[in-house]
Nanobody
Protein backbone atom coordinates (compact mmCIF):
# COMPACT_ATOMS: atom_id res chain seq x y z
CA UNK A 1 0.00 0.00 0.00
CA UNK A 2 1.55 3.25 -1.16
CA UNK A 3 0.94 6.13 1.22
CA UNK A 4 1.65 9.82 0.80
CA UNK A 5 1.54 12.16 3.78
CA UNK A 6 1.76 15.93 3.38
CA UNK A 7 2.74 18.34 6.10
CA UNK A 8 3.78 21.94 6.52
CA UNK A 9 0.61 23.86 5.75
CA UNK A 10 -0.78 26.57 7.95
CA UNK A 11 -2.16 30.06 8.26
CA UNK A 12 0.25 32.83 7.29
CA UNK A 13 0.27 36.47 6.32
CA UNK A 14 0.80 37.57 2.74
CA UNK A 15 4.47 37.63 1.87
CA UNK A 16 5.37 34.77 4.18
CA UNK A 17 6.93 31.44 3.27
CA UNK A 18 6.01 27.84 3.90
CA UNK A 19 7.76 24.61 3.12
CA UNK A 20 5.52 21.66 2.36
CA UNK A 21 6.77 18.11 2.66
CA UNK A 22 5.40 14.87 1.31
CA UNK A 23 6.75 11.57 2.59
CA UNK A 24 6.12 8.48 0.48
CA UNK A 25 6.02 5.00 1.97
CA UNK A 26 5.10 1.55 0.74
CA UNK A 27 6.61 1.96 -2.70
CA UNK A 28 9.82 2.61 -4.52
CA UNK A 29 10.07 6.38 -4.45
CA UNK A 30 12.66 6.62 -7.19
CA UNK A 31 10.24 5.03 -9.67
CA UNK A 32 7.72 7.85 -9.33
CA UNK A 33 7.34 11.20 -10.90
CA UNK A 34 5.93 13.53 -8.26
CA UNK A 35 3.50 16.39 -8.47
CA UNK A 36 1.98 19.09 -6.32
CA UNK A 37 -1.59 20.18 -6.99
CA UNK A 38 -3.88 22.58 -5.23
CA UNK A 39 -7.59 23.13 -4.99
CA UNK A 40 -9.03 26.39 -3.78
CA UNK A 41 -12.63 26.92 -2.66
CA UNK A 42 -14.98 26.36 -5.56
CA UNK A 43 -12.14 25.70 -7.98
CA UNK A 44 -10.85 22.77 -9.96
CA UNK A 45 -7.75 20.98 -8.82
CA UNK A 46 -4.80 22.52 -10.63
CA UNK A 47 -1.20 21.65 -11.26
CA UNK A 48 1.34 23.60 -9.23
CA UNK A 49 4.70 21.92 -9.71
CA UNK A 50 6.14 18.59 -10.70
CA UNK A 51 9.40 16.71 -10.75
CA UNK A 52 10.28 13.64 -12.75
CA UNK A 53 12.16 10.65 -11.45
CA UNK A 54 15.19 12.15 -13.19
CA UNK A 55 14.81 15.45 -11.32
CA UNK A 56 13.60 17.57 -14.18
CA UNK A 57 10.90 19.99 -13.08
CA UNK A 58 8.04 22.19 -14.19
CA UNK A 59 5.90 24.93 -12.62
CA UNK A 60 2.58 26.53 -13.23
CA UNK A 61 2.91 30.08 -14.50
CA UNK A 62 1.11 31.38 -11.43
CA UNK A 63 3.84 30.16 -9.08
CA UNK A 64 6.94 30.35 -11.26
CA UNK A 65 9.66 32.33 -9.54
CA UNK A 66 8.02 31.96 -6.14
CA UNK A 67 7.75 28.22 -5.54
CA UNK A 68 10.48 25.61 -5.74
CA UNK A 69 10.06 21.86 -5.95
CA UNK A 70 12.75 19.44 -4.88
CA UNK A 71 13.03 15.79 -3.99
CA UNK A 72 15.28 13.84 -1.68
CA UNK A 73 15.31 10.27 -2.92
CA UNK A 74 17.19 9.03 0.14
CA UNK A 75 14.42 10.39 2.37
CA UNK A 76 11.52 9.39 0.09
CA UNK A 77 10.38 12.99 0.28
CA UNK A 78 9.31 15.70 -2.11
CA UNK A 79 9.19 19.33 -1.01
CA UNK A 80 7.46 22.47 -2.14
CA UNK A 81 9.11 25.65 -0.92
CA UNK A 82 6.55 28.42 -1.17
CA UNK A 83 7.71 32.02 -1.02
CA UNK A 84 5.98 35.39 -1.31
CA UNK A 85 2.63 33.80 -0.59
CA UNK A 86 -0.47 35.70 -1.58
CA UNK A 87 -4.14 35.23 -0.82
CA UNK A 88 -4.61 33.64 -4.25
CA UNK A 89 -2.42 30.78 -3.08
CA UNK A 90 -4.98 29.75 -0.46
CA UNK A 91 -5.92 26.15 -1.16
CA UNK A 92 -5.57 22.59 -0.06
CA UNK A 93 -2.27 21.35 -1.41
CA UNK A 94 -1.99 17.75 -2.49
CA UNK A 95 1.02 15.60 -3.16
CA UNK A 96 0.70 12.97 -5.88
CA UNK A 97 2.82 10.15 -7.25
CA UNK A 98 2.80 8.93 -10.81
CA UNK A 99 4.00 5.43 -11.65
CA UNK A 100 5.94 6.67 -14.62
CA UNK A 101 9.06 8.67 -15.26
CA UNK A 102 7.72 11.96 -16.53
CA UNK A 103 5.77 14.92 -15.24
CA UNK A 104 2.05 14.95 -15.97
CA UNK A 105 -0.05 18.08 -15.69
CA UNK A 106 -3.46 16.62 -14.92
CA UNK A 107 -4.73 14.85 -11.81
CA UNK A 108 -5.89 11.86 -13.85
CA UNK A 109 -2.28 11.01 -14.63
CA UNK A 110 -1.38 10.20 -11.03
CA UNK A 111 -1.79 6.93 -9.22
CA UNK A 112 -1.45 7.88 -5.56
CA UNK A 113 -2.54 10.90 -3.56
CA UNK A 114 -2.06 12.32 -0.13
CA UNK A 115 -4.89 13.71 1.97
CA UNK A 116 -3.78 17.29 1.50
CA UNK A 117 -2.56 20.07 3.71
CA UNK A 118 -4.35 23.39 4.09
CA UNK A 119 -2.54 26.59 3.20
CA UNK A 120 -4.34 29.79 4.10
CA UNK A 121 -2.85 33.18 3.30
CA UNK A 122 -4.44 36.28 4.79
CA UNK A 123 -4.15 39.61 3.00
Amino acid sequence: QVQLVESGGGLVQAGASLNLSCVVSGGTFTRYAMGWFRQGPGKEREFVAGMSRYHSFSYADSVKGRFNISRDDAANTVYLQMNALQSEDTAVYYCAARGNSGIFYYPTGYDYWGQGTQVTVSS
